[in-house]
C-alpha cells in the first residue's frame, strides 16, 4: 500500500536551461513560444525570460503540476 508518506517531496526548484535552474516562487508568467517552447517570464529581479526548449517542456510542466 501506498501512502502520500511514501512519495518523496516535490522540489521548489527545476533546470529550464543549461544555465538556469528557477525556484517555484521566482516564476511570474508562462507563455507558449514558438516550435512548441515556452517563454517563463520572472519576477523583477531577472532582466531576462528564459526560454524552456522542447525537449524540457513536458518535464516542466510535470514539475509544476
Not at 31 to 40: D, G, Q, T, Y
Request: glycine share 0%.
Amino acid at each position: 500500500e501506498i501512502t502520500s508518506s511514501d512519495t518523496p517531496p516535490i522540489p521548489a526548484t527545476h533546470r529550464c536551461t543549461r544555465s538556469c535552474i528557477v525556484h517555484i516562487s521566482a516564476i511570474k508568467d508562462i507563455a507558449i513560444h514558438s516550435n512548441s517552447r515556452l517563454k517563463v517570464h520572472l519576477n523583477s529581479f531577472a532582466s531576462e525570460d528564459l526560454i524552456v526548449s522542447r525537449e524540457k517542456v513536458n518535464d516542466f510542466k510535470n514539475w509544476l503540476a
